[in-house]
């Protein structure tokens, strides 16, 4: 790959800037400069090192504060920074906090970090109420590593709406200045404790499902280990046997008066003087979990899919149905009911009365569990593959619900050997920079080696590129980064927007997202024809909104197409002729009948993080742009039956918080990554083996993650 096309890409991406919206909605400005043309860009990112920050130069951020990581911001034409009169309107959609970057040479200041820009020719700053935040952020003017200038970082609560604000002050000499939007994103729903105390996980010393039945009493967490039918109180760490019921089929427990209380088929059992007494209960067939509020009694009737309510005699006082396919568990805390869901991985906040999902919020656990619990007013939920009790936290930020938030360290290995034994082996790779998304915040990697340069693709992808790595033969090379993420699992409830918002797409998304590529075939005769078809439901009926449209595309595809796991990556059309395909294949399927339908696409390639270990389970899934909210993540293969680890239909706008993005792609760049997506490989001679993984290498510091172990006495 030569300079030139290297130096016309990074060109290229200047002005081919998508947008991400997720708390900008909108943006316009008026009163420019002559020599400015070019319109303002929602960054197609969120805000991370090395982050375009304009429309008209090469600069990137650097020294970025934390707490701006992930912040969406705007991308501004630099010749507009002598214009005073500047306004640029900005459309908040959900409650956040506005910051502006200043470059602190403003006013004839001299500049540098923690140095104030002279701002009194900017007195819209302090009319409107922004506040200096005592942070800067650095730009780096030639993108080679050194930081040329700073900022001066301010900042303003915002609400819904459109704001406006202004431009430099007339005349300056330095930068124009910069703007980025953050919402509330890992500030949790159910905070710490006011003393900090709180226990991130309890490991429990039992096997994968054997644990169930857990609630508290009087500061007591108590246990069910269900093979042994015992039930289980702790006294600090270690766990002691409250009482067994061997002998009984007993699937859950809580504490009613003053003894525990079982739920058996059609009936609830307790001890009594060391005789078990049985209390059938009317019209239910499976009883599966109980709770209580202290006063009435809860249970879930799985096969009449209800919440039978029992009052302290035991008799029923009302049903209420359930509005979830799997549900498992069910707990009561500060007047709702919390119930597990096993079909779409979620905890469900139930209104106890009616049975309505008041939120809806993704679980965490990748295979199984077997219940949640409130312990001291922290929710956590049972992970069977790892057989402990796991912290849930959540956030809402506009449409979208973000839980489970946790820290990961990975390493990403590239290993190649040269088999040959008489040639050398060159070779060159091209490696994604890992987004900074809505879901993750990614710091800074830390290489094996010097990349030998930049560039960005037409995507606006950050590419490292490590040129001319000779391999002698019988020889081995590795190529690794080491980095810190926060992930989160992130799940949308989509409002219903009319088929006509399609027709507002903005025209940056359109010219990249909705045209034809090699692997959608688009001009193809059967795939137009399919896009036709999938438009309507399985009955023909058309669709009434665009939420419609993306769930009857994706039921056409689920129809069509049976999963298989290869790495064969053909044409939509090839694949919708052969009726299978890979995690690749269902998106670039999904992506042509999208795209006919004016709804626009964008390929994702990501790994599924185990706990601790290597994996190498790659996947790729798609981004559909939304109207009003933007980039979301859906994942065909997720809810498909043909995938061992498919989840229900519920799950189709989301992601779990164990998927770790590394690129986003609108289709086959022959000069950035092509198809691949993790990765792209160039070798010359010899004879090369070659390997991809990542390695999850973790650990959690005790002091800010506290795990305690629990022992059997």
């Known amino acids: 790959m030569s300079k030139k096309s290297i130096c016309s890409i990074l060109l290229i991406a200047v002005f081919s800037v998508s947008a991400h919206a997720q708390f900008i909605s909108g943006v316009a400005h008026r009163n420019t400069d002559t020599d400015a043309p070019e319109e303002p860009q929602i960054a197609p990112n969120l805000l991370e090192e090395n982050a375009l920050t304009f429309v008209d130069r090469k600069h990137v951020y650097a020294d970025i504060p934390q707490s701006l990581i992930g912040a969406q911001y705007v991308m501004l034409a630099n010749d507009n920074k002598n214009m005073s009169s500047y306004e640029l309107d900005l459309t908040i959609a959900t409650n956040a906090t506005l910051y502006v970057f200043i470059d602190n040479r403003m006013g004839g200041s001299s500049g540098g970090k923690d140095v104030d820009p002279d701002i009194t020719g900017m007195p819209w700053l302090n009319d409107m109420g922004f506040v200096d935040t005592g942070e800067d952020i650095g730009i780096d003017e030639s993108f080679d590593g050194d930081i040329d200038q700073y900022f001066s970082i301010y900042s303003l609560p915002v609400t819904v709406g459109t704001i406006t604000v202004y431009g430099n002050t007339e005349g300056h000499f330095g930068n124009m200045l910069g703007v980025a939007v953050l919402g509330s994103k890992f500030n949790a729903y159910n905070p710490v404790p006011a003393d900090g105390s709180y226990n991130y996980e309890y490991s429990l010393p039992f096997t994968e499902s054997n644990a169930r039945g857990f609630f508290t009493y009087q500061d007591k967490l108590f246990i069910l280990d269900y093979p042994e039918r015992t039930l289980y109180a702790n006294e600090g760490t270690s766990l002691f046997k409250v009482e067994d019921m061997k002998g009984w089929y007993v699937r859950d427990v809580v504490w009613f008066g003053d003894r525990p209380l079982y739920c058996s088929r059609n009936r609830v059992l307790y001890k009594q003087e060391g005789k078990v007494r049985v209390v059938p209960?009317?019209?239910?067939?499976?009883?599966?979990?109980?709770?209580?509020?202290?006063?009435?009694?809860?249970?879930?009737?799985?096969?009449?899919?209800?919440?039978?309510?029992?009052?302290?005699?035991?008799?029923?006082?009302?049903?209420?149905?359930?509005?979830?396919?799997?549900?498992?568990?069910?707990?009561?805390h500060e007047g709702s009911l919390w119930l597990l869901d096993l079909s779409d991985r979620c905890i469900h906040q139930i209104e106890k009365d009616t049975g309505q999902t008041l939120l809806k919020i993704q679980a965490g656990f990748r295979g199984s569990s077997r219940g949640l619990v409130f312990i001291w007013n922290e929710l956590y939920v049972h992970d069977a593959e790892t057989s402990s009790l796991r912290l849930v936290r959540w956030d809402m930020v506009g449409s979208a619900v973000l839980s489970c938030h946790h820290p990961v360290q990975y390493r990403f290995v590239q290993d190649s050997w040269n088999d040959s034994e008489t040639n050398a082996c060159t070779a060159t790779f091209l490696v994604p920079l890992p987004l900074s998304l809505m879901h993750q915040s990614l710091g800074e990697l830390q290489w094996s080696e010097t990349p030998s340069y930049f560039?960005?693709?037409?995507?606006?992808?950050?590419?490292?590129?490590?040129?001319?790595?000779?391999?002698?033969?019988?020889?081995?090379?590795?190529?690794?980064?080491?980095?810190?993420?926060?992930?989160?699992?992130?799940?949308?409830?989509?409002?219903?927007?009319?088929?006509?918002?399609?027709?507002?797409?903005?025209?940056?998304?359109?010219?990249?997202?909705?045209?034809?590529?090699?692997?959608y075939s688009l001009d193809s005769w059967n795939i137009r024809q399919a896009a036709l078809t999938a438009r309507d439901d399985s009955a023909g009926n058309p669709p009434q909104n665009v939420k419609e449209l993306i769930e009857n595309i994706v039921d056409f595809v689920l129809e069509h197409l049976s999963y298989v796991i290869d790495s064969s990556w053909d044409n939509a059309d090839v694949v919708l002729d052969r009726g299978e395909g890979s995690c690749s294949e269902y998106s670039f399927l999904f992506s042509a009948l999208c795209r006919l339908n004016g709804i626009p696409t964008r390929l994702v390639g990501g790994i599924g993080l185990k706990d601790i270990g290597v994996t190498n389970g790659w996947h790729r899934w798609t981004d559909v742009w939304y109207p009003t909210i933007g980039w979301i993540p859906l994942d065909v293969t997720k809810i498909d039956a043909d995938n061992p680890d498919s989840y229900d239909y519920e799950f189709l706008f989301g992601l779990p918080g164990y998927m770790m993005t590394f690129s986003t792609l609108g289709g086959d760049d022959p000069e950035g990554l092509g198809r691949e997506y993790f990765i792209r490989r160039y070798y010359k001679g010899g004879q090369r083996r070659r390997s991809s993984h990542v390695e999850n290498i973790t650990e959690l510091d005790p002091e800010k993650y506290p795990v305690v172990i629990l022992t059997l006495e």
């Open 281 to 332: 209960i009317d019209g239910t067939e499976t009883l599966e979990s109980i709770t209580t509020d202290g006063t009435e009694l809860y249970l879930l009737d799985v096969s009449n899919n209800e919440i039978v309510v029992l009052g302290s005699d035991y008799y029923v006082i009302r049903r209420v149905q359930c509005t979830t396919r799997r549900p498992v568990d069910i707990a009561y």
């Open 455 to 519: 560039i960005i693709d037409r995507y606006n992808q950050i590419l490292a590129v490590f040129e001319n790595i000779s391999i002698p033969p019988q020889g081995y090379h590795q190529l690794s980064y080491v980095t810190e993420a926060q992930m989160s699992a992130i799940q949308y409830e989509l409002p219903e927007l009319p088929l006509e918002s399609l027709e507002d797409i903005p025209s940056e998304i359109a010219v990249t997202y909705l045209i034809n590529e090699d692997m």
